[in-house]
């Protein structure tokens, strides 16, 4: 969670919320896990903070639900930094990656993360085994010691929380990717209007080729060279522009429509934290 959607927890002072964590899973093995949480980036930049606990798969090959609750962090100075960077986290962990993750004792209160805690309740997942299954759904984090059904959300509301942190532009051929122009002859660019402002300033995520992309200019259709460049960029993050070098001069200031031009064309943009 961002740091600025965290503040709701009060955590670093005396009114701090405990949280509640549920969630399904489903797995062919059966044993113990661990459900960790984190502060990333505390107010002040102190160490980051952490809290472990220990959860039990009782029976392979069935669904179970978990419900994990912990106290809030109520320490002085340990609360969330109110901004768009790490700030809550949690993590289910089922394996060891050596002692470095899983040799000390868990956290059963907020206390300064080593690592070394993050992993020693455990299935051994990923070591005994390429036929492992592992299935989650239904997870849901809360304020309060009480796990509440499910919150199901409409279609669009869910699409445009996922694009605040990653945008598909374009997928396939013949997509219209959006109108752009000639900057130079040598140069052709294209604005892209965002669904909503992304989390910070995105990545352009891409895949090319020859021939993947098309230009119509003048009544004349060409391909576009190589790769996208993501150029510019406005400060609220809701329009890109990108630039690229067309097989063929053009003309400076003329108008064009871009399209994709392969079933592999793609372009998406990228703003997770």
Do not use: H
């Given at each position: 969670m961002e740091g600025a959607d965290s503040q709701c927890t009060n955590f670093g002072k005396p009114?701090?919320?405990?949280?509640?964590?549920?969630?399904?899973?489903?797995?062919?093995?059966?044993g113990p896990f661990n459900v960790n949480f984190e502060n990333e980036l505390p107010i002040g930049g102190g160490a980051d903070r952490g809290y472990q606990t220990k959860q039990i798969l009782n029976q392979a090959d069935t669904w179970e639900y978990k419900v994990v609750t912990i106290e809030g962090?109520?320490?002085?100075?340990?609360?969330?930094?109110?901004?768009?960077?790490?700030?809550?986290?949690?993590?289910?962990?089922?394996?060891?990656?050596?002692?470095?993750?899983g040799g000390g004792t868990p956290q059963s209160n907020w206390n300064n993360l080593s690592n070394n805690q993050r992993s020693v309740h455990n299935l051994n997942f990923f070591g005994d085994g390429t036929a492992n299954y592992w299935k989650i759904t239904g997870v849901q984090l809360e304020l309060g010691k009480i796990a509440t059904p499910f919150e199901h959300r409409s279609y669009g509301e869910e699409l445009a929380l996922c694009q605040r942190y990653y945008y598909q532009h374009v997928k396939?051929?013949?997509?219209?990717?959006?109108?752009?122009?000639?900057?130079?002859?040598?140069q052709?660019?294209?604005?892209?209007?965002?669904?909503?402002?992304?989390?910070?300033?995105p990545s352009l995520i891409q895949t090319t080729g020859t021939n993947f992309y098309l230009h119509?200019?003048?009544?004349?259709?060409?391909?576009?060279?190589?790769?996208?460049?993501?150029?510019?960029?406005?400060s609220a993050n809701t329009v890109v522009s990108l630039y690229a070098t067309p097989a063929q001069n053009g003309v400076a200031g003329y108008a064009a429509r871009i399209l994709t031009y392969n079933a592999a064309s793609s372009l998406a943009l990228k703003a997770e934290i």
């Open positions: 009114t701090a919320s405990p949280l509640t964590l549920s969630f399904w899973v489903k797995s062919n093995r059966a962090d109520s320490v002085a100075g340990m609360g969330f930094t109110n901004n768009n960077l790490k700030g809550l986290c949690f993590e289910i962990s089922l394996s060891k990656a050596g002692s470095a993750y396939g051929t013949n997509q219209f990717v959006g109108m752009g122009d000639f900057y130079s002859a040598t052709i660019d294209v604005m892209i209007n965002l669904p909503v402002p992304m989390r910070a300033t119509y200019s003048a009544g004349v259709g060409r391909y576009v060279s190589g790769a996208w460049t993501l150029w510019k960029i406005n």
